[in-house]
């Protein structure tokens, strides 16, 4: 996992929420998930105040998911992020499985 900020100092303790939130991506199926990378950056926008924003990448089968999510807080970015990049994993994961069964003639 490679984990990099961009504008601000990141933290070990959002580090350690970052690993434990894009972690759990890796217990979605069998077969791993090959990389996940995560960017975090922190916007100081005059008209609309700090915006955070997560990009988040994971190679799955040879194929990359990516996502990416702004908030007001990091944390609930870094949550939004996560849910997107886990239901394309996910979505993923179920196709596979679907035409891995067709191909066998058990669908």
Known sequence: MIISGKD?????SLKTYVE??????????REPVAEIKVMLDVDHN??????CR???????????YKA?????EMHE????????????LRDAKER???KRAGHHGLA
Request: glycine share 10%; proline share 2%.
């Open 8 to 12: 601000f100092k990141l933290t070990p």
């Open 20 to 29: 434990q939130k894009f972690g759990a991506l890796t217990r979605l199926s």
């Open 46 to 51: 005059k008209k609309h105040g700090q915006v």
């Open 54 to 64: 997560v990009e988040g990448s994971a190679i799955w089968r040879g194929r990359t």
């Open 68 to 72: 990416g999510e702004k908030a007001s």
């Open 77 to 88: 970015a870094i949550d939004l992020c996560v849910e997107k990049l886990e239901r394309q």
């Open 96 to 98: 596979w499985m679907s």
